[in-house]
């Protein structure tokens, strides 16, 4: 959900972002041995994810090809969480995140957009733990195009790094985790500017003390 009012804030264009999720968490695990399989644990939930707002972003366009925006976003730990469990659909503790974004528009139009932010994340303990998960910082490129009204296509490269070090007693560091992802999207609006539909495929790579794999998001637009 996304809020963007007419009147400006401090010079700048703004809005406000609540994102809210729904998710599913599988783990189990099977003993092989002398021709016979013993599951050892098999657990699954499902429900509400952890939530994502955005107070403001402030967005100060400085001539018809290049803007800046500077962000503030949260995650709040609205998902389902128990630290003796596996399966948790939520992350268990608050992140705090900073991002700025420099927008560059070659037409003077919204035709074709590339796009550099850098984020930082500061998080918060994590529940049931004496850990406090590190700080990491985000550096995301972007080039889009709109091809007529109804249809733009995007390509979008990402890097992750660990930049700072856990605390607490639970912590374990053994190097500096870091992830690396590109893909692309595409958005087919069925009533310009009113109604439309999205798609992105991501897929990870080069990645450290993380998990790899690829992330397919399918979304409606809907513009009021």
Known sequence: IVYAPRRKLLGADWSTILM?????????????AFD?????FDNSRRGPGDSYVVPATLTWQLNPKLALSAQYGLWIPTGRYDADRADNVGLGYWSHNLRGTVSWFPLGNPGILLSASVLHEVNSTKEGFALRPPPHTALELGFSMATSERFLFALMANGLWETGSGSGSQ?????RDRLFSAGGEVTYWFRPGRLGATARYLREFAVRDRFEGSTLLAGLNVVF
Not at 20 to 32: D, I, K, M, S, V
Not at 171 to 175: I, L, M, P, R, T
């Open 171 to 175: 912590s374990a560091e053994d190097g």
């Open 36 to 40: 016979q399989s013993v599951t050892l």
């Open 20 to 32: 809210l999720a729904y998710g599913e968490a599988g783990a189990n695990a099977r003993l092989t």
